[in-house]
């Protein structure tokens, strides 16, 4: 089992850079794709990135393409996503999560576990 803490969640004007953390226990972290979603008000959970096991791999919705980087340090149990040029339409409250699976996954129902999340808010 794999429990994720997020956090770097915040208030951010337009234009404005964050950088979220996920932090993995366990010891089993490399076995896991690991992924970011993000859920608004009144909206379905949609994803964000994805990021292969080796973090070789990497993958973004188009909306995300440009602006938001993901990476891990499987030495350090650990995920990131540093977002750049932040707009309102990114506030949200951001998951982090784990997939036993191989290869990249867009869905939600392709990961096992998830974290509490991070409210990023994004000022106009």
């Known amino acids: 089992q794999v429990q994720l803490v997020e956090s770097g969640g915040g208030l951010v004007q337009a234009g404005g850079s964050l950088k979220l953390s996920c932090a993995a226990s366990?010891?089993?972290?490399?076995?896991?794709?690991m992924g970011w979603f993000r859920q608004a008000p009144g909206k379905e959970r949609e994803f964000v990135a994805a990021i292969s096991r080796s973090g070789g791999r990497t993958e973004y919705t188009d909306s995300a393409k440009g602006r938001f980087t993901i990476s891990r340090d499987n030495a350090k149990n650990s995920v990131l996503m540093q977002m750049n040029s932040l707009k309102p339409e990114d506030t949200a409250v951001y998951y982090c999560?784990?997939?036993?699976?191989?290869?990249?996954?867009?869905?939600?129902?392709?990961?096992?576990?998830w974290g509490q999340g991070t409210q990023v808010t994004v000022s106009s």
């Open positions: 366990g010891r089993t972290f490399n076995t896991y794709a």
């Open positions: 999560a784990a997939s036993r699976y191989l290869g990249l996954h867009a869905g939600v129902k392709d990961y096992d576990y």
